[in-house]
Nanobody
């Protein structure tokens, strides 16, 4: 069992920055790739970024590449999403997810078996 709790969301102006955090419980965290997804109003949930179990491999959606950075601290059971140069279209609920069955993770939502409750990010123009 893995429990995930996101924090760090809020309201920010376009061009600003936010850092999302995801606190994980469960002994499988250090061997699980971790992903961030988001869901905007009226849209399906979409992939944002993923980091491998040891942090050495990352993958980003084209829409956030160069602006967002995913990182993890296995000693603290934490994963982060640093979001810079935010745009109004980044407005969404952001979810942290864990894939406890693989080591490297992917952009496929169906491969993640644990999800947090989400944190709202709103970017004003």
């Amino acid at each position: 069992q893995v429990q995930l709790v996101e924090s760090g969301g809020g309201l920010v102006q376009a061009g600003g920055s936010l850092r999302l955090s995801c606190a994980a419980s469960g002994r499988t965290f250090s061997t699980s790739p971790m992903g961030w997804f988001r869901q905007a109003p009226g849209k399906e949930r979409e992939f944002v970024a993923v980091i491998s179990y040891y942090g050495g491999r990352t993958l980003y959606a084209a829409s956030v590449k160069g602006r967002f950075t995913i990182a993890r601290e296995n000693a603290k059971n934490m994963v982060y999403l640093q979001m810079n140069s935010l745009k109004p279209e980044d407005t969404a609920v952001y979810y942290c997810a864990a894939d406890t069955r693989r080591l490297y993770g992917s952009s496929l939502e169906r491969e993640y078996d644990y999800w947090g409750q989400g944190t709202q990010v709103t970017v004003s123009s």
